[in-house]
């Protein structure tokens, strides 16, 4: 096998492995009666959801050695400093929080194994043509989408999916603080992220139109 065949069959297990975990313990969520739309509004659900997503796509280019262009750049960049952020305010965080019905395993992968592989797959296959940092802009919409959303939904519902996005837990003054920490985290991750896929190399180079793969 191929190296660029090997990257497009892990890229696809580590997708296909993340909705399974993601789908199993929306099973468990529902056998507990929970909220359908709450298990839904967990930046860890969604953040896996979409790095999914992406990995799956980025799968079958890569198999068929395609690259797309800025936007869909741009978008997987967002998805890697999702998932960074996952991992860094899990362990900063949450890591002593109780969670509830989450099983451990999947607890272990979406918070521990999928931030890291996310992660290094964009150090080792980074775009081909550099992202310029005026597009930070863009790549912060989708964290301050969900802040606002939270704090939205929590104040009709009074349901809050992390303890510090609830005004309960110290005044809406430690929220923002929260929020503007994970804002400012998101553009630093943004920001270095961007500035190392265009330092380095990909390891498969797309193939040329023409070319047999």
Known sequence: MTTRRLLAALRFLFG?????AVGIQFGVHLSH??????????????SNILAAAVLLTESVLTWRGKELGPAW????????????????????????????????WI???????????????????????????????????FPLAYLAYSLIRGAATDWYAYPF????????????????????????????????????SPLVRPVPSGQSN
């Open 73 to 104: 750049q741009v978008l997987r960049c967002v998805s890697v400093v999702c998932m960074a952020l996952v991992g860094i305010v899990f362990t900063a965080l949450l890591r002593e929080v109780d969670l509830g019905a989450l099983l451990p």
């Open 16 to 20: 296909a492995f993340t909705l399974v």
């Open 165 to 200: 996005l609830n005004p309960g837990n110290g005044g809406y003054g430690a929220v923002l603080l929260s929020c503007v920490g994970i804002a400012v985290a998101f553009l630093i991750a943004s920001a270095v992220l961007i500035l190392l896929g265009n330092k380095l």
């Open 33 to 46: 009666g929970f909220n359908v739309l709450n298990f839904f509004s967990y930046f860890t659900n969604l």
């Open 107 to 141: 607890n272990t992968w979406l918070h521990y194994i999928m931030p890291i592989a996310v992660v290094a797959d964009w150090l080792i296959q980074p775009p081909r043509r550099p992202i310029p940092l005026t597009r930070l802009g863009v790549a912060v919409l």
